[in-house]
């Protein structure tokens, strides 16, 4: 049985092409695809960590997009495949075509992204305040000029991730509990515009949300604070 979904209009198509192409520059290996109560939330991954000794935070990109008769799943494909249905799905699509509804098929299933198995809650967060675009935009810029900086051409990929982790798992100034790498993880997917960016907690988990999308961070368990 082909396994698909359709999303309301080609518009969010549009957007959900947009999210993916800008999340794989970071990490092109997989994405969730959660669809619930006609609401389709796909969960790509910026940062997790790579082993037991990994200190990394997980930084999980969010976005929601409106269904239109799809039927309940949760799913991770893999994101190329996901992509290319995408580009012909909109080829397919006539000048008169953006309110009407676009099913496409879905990738087969992937059982081996340790990320995708670490699920977010969907209630219980409690407001913490704002910060504003610009804060998060310079740790991002800040961050990666570092870790350029400190990884030379040709360095091994175990000394590459400690370097990362470091960088990334650093606290933002005057906001120290929330992770360099969610500033980084605003920022790749383009979350960041003229909005506040708004900030909530619920458990190990820390929630940075602005009209564009979410940014979701999961602490280790010995760097949540006090």
């Given amino acids: 049985m082909v396994q698909q979904l359709t999303l309301a209009d080609s518009l969010s198509l549009g957007d959900l ?8 520059r970071v990490e092109d290996g997989s994405v969730r695809l959660v669809a619930g109560s006609g609401i389709l939330a796909v969960y790509t991954a910026i ?36 992509v290319e249905r995408i ?6 699509l006539g000048d008169d075509d953006e309110s009407r509804p676009v099913t496409m098929t879905r990738p087969p299933e992937v059982n081996t992204v340790t ?24 740790a ?14 040709g360095t091994g990929e175990q000394l590459v991730q ?17 992770p360099t790498g969610a500033a ?14 708004r900030l909530f907690e619920t458990g190990p988990w820390t929630r940075l949300t602005t009209r564009r999308g979410h940014v979701l961070v999961r602490q280790k368990p010995w760097t949540l604070k006090a």
Wanted: no cysteine.
């Fill in 115 to 138: 990320w995708a198995g670490i699920s977010p809650p969907r209630g219980g967060w409690r407001p913490l305040g704002e910060t504003d675009a610009a804060t998060l935009e310079s």
């Fill in 140 to 153: 991002a810029r800040a961050g990666i000029e570092e870790v350029a900086e400190a990884i030379p051409t």
């Fill in 17 to 24: 092409h947009t999210y993916l192409q800008r999340a794989g």
């Fill in 184 to 197: 980084f993880g605003a920022y790749s997917l383009g979350f960041l515009g003229d909005d506040a960016v």
């Fill in 87 to 92: 580009v012909r799905a909109r080829g397919e």
């Fill in 47 to 82: 940062l997790y960590p790579r082993g037991i000794l990994d200190e990394s935070p997980t930084v999980l990109g969010l976005r929601t997009f409106a269904l239109f008769e799809t039927d309940d799943f949760d799913a991770v494909v893999p994101m190329r495949s996901l």
């Fill in 162 to 178: 400690r370097v990362r982790s470091e960088v990334w798992g650093r606290g933002i100034p005057n906001l120290e509990y929330v």
